[in-house]
């Protein structure tokens, strides 16, 4: 039986017009899903974990869905990143364990996701802020598409939860011009150019 | 649109539990705000009816980003507040002209009804600052169970030159509402207040 243990989830949506330059036609959009569930290992060293990975890969399912239907359809989306924040009486290892299920939910729904999905993971208390990178998702060289956005909420993630986290883009920075290897560019292969 | 918009955020929450016992249906908030251009940074204005137009113009424009972050017909909403944070160089009276004289009409007409007065807040703040924004019964001022708020906040925002503003709209209360006083289902929603 799934141990899963959900207690409450958030979603993120912002649409920037500009950053003080000239407003491009299309507007960059952002979204983040937020699950805050029970650590099954709080509070005392567990040497068997990985288990619990199984668990977690409907709720990353449910929570890419969400973000793509936000955003408009997978076929707008450009970028994209993971996190995780565990309360105080978890171990950062425990974090970890979102890799497999929040990666692959993101992948299984976006074409051409080739490259890794960037993260980012930290122990935390009640009202923590988890900046998550966000990148191309078919070639994590793509300089126009690094990008990052802060999440949070004001009561998670308590001693024996964990927040987990996904994020989404559908485009380059607002007013991308610091060069390096272009989206149009990409060969697409090796997930990093 | 007289307001110069920068960036709008959404922000929902769903809550599914609540010390241990199960919310079913989970309660839900949204909060959408808006950064502008602040037209009278750095500048004492008499005249702040320019802000009160944009304050008519965002009630709509943010209230109908709650109903649709929420998924809601209009008539469904249960709860609403406002509230705004002026950058560095603008004045807190800048807040007040957004919220007050103009915003109400228009959001409530997203929200259907509304004949409680709408709670807000304001601050001047900076980026990453936090706002609370109130929540109240929309119909009913007193009914206790949805006497809330929700807190939201953007890393880059409000720049000196800005204002964030938001309004909240949720469809439910609290998540274990037992401190008694008028409730949803006897509130009358004639008078805004009971």
Redesign the interface.
């Given at each position: 039986m799934s141990k899963l243990n959900l207690r409450k989830t958030a979603y993120s949506f912002e649409e920037i017009f500009h950053e003080g330059g000239p407003a491009p036609a299309n507007p960059l959009r952002r979204a983040a899903a937020l699950a805050i569930i029970e650590n099954p290992f709080a509070g005392r060293y567990e040497p068997d974990i990985q288990w619990f990975m199984e668990d977690l890969k409907p709720l990353g399912l449910q929570m890419a869905t969400r973000l793509v239907e936000l955003l408009g359809g997978a076929d707008h989306i450009e970028g994209y990143g993971k996190g995780a924040m565990v309360g105080e009486a978890g171990e950062l290892e425990h974090g970890a364990l979102w890799h497999a299920p929040g990666g692959y939910a993101m992948r299984e729904l976006l074409n051409d996701s080739n490259a890794i999905v960037p993260s980012s993971k930290k122990v935390a208390g009640v009202g923590g802020r988890l900046d998550v990178p966000i990148t191309h998702i078919n070639a994590s060289y793509v300089r126009s598409h690094f990008d990052s956005m802060e999440v949070g909420l004001n009561d998670a993630p308590k001693a024996n939860e964990m927040a987990l986290v996904l994020v989404m883009s559908t485009g380059p920075r607002i007013h991308d011009r610091a060069g390096g290897l272009a989206a149009k560019d990409i060969k697409g292969e090796d997930g990093l150019r | 649109m007289n307001a110069k918009?920068?960036?709008?955020?959404?922000?929902?929450?769903?809550?599914?539990?609540?010390m241990g016992r199960k919310i079913d249906p989970?309660t839900r908030k949204a909060v959408a705000v808006a950064v502008i251009e602040n037209p009278f940074a750095n500048s004492y204005q008499e005249d702040l009816s320019p802000l009160m137009d944009i304050g008519a113009e965002l009630g709509a424009l943010l209230g109908r980003k709650c109903i649709e972050?929420l998924g809601i017909t209009p008539e469904q909403a249960e709860s609403y507040g406002k509230s705004a944070m002026v950058g560095e160089n603008g004045e807190l009276e800048h807040a007040a002209a957004v919220l007050h004289p103009k915003m109400g009409a228009p959001l409530r007409k997203e929200v259907e009804k509304g004949a409680a007065l709408v709670p807000s807040s304001k601050k001047m703040g900076s980026p990453g600052q936090?706002l609370d924004v109130p929540l109240g019964h929309k119909d009913a001022a007193y009914v206790r169970s949805h006497f809330d708020g929700i807190?939201v906040r953007l890393?880059d925002a409000p720049r000196a030159n800005e204002i964030m503003v938001a309004i909240a709209v949720t469809d439910s209360g609290r998540p274990l509402p037992r401190v008694g006083g008028l409730t949803h289902t006897d509130a009358t929603g004639k008078d805004g207040l009971r």
């Open positions: - | 918009i920068r960036k709008i955020a959404v922000n929902i929450e769903e809550t599914h539990q609540e989970a972050a936090v807190e890393n």
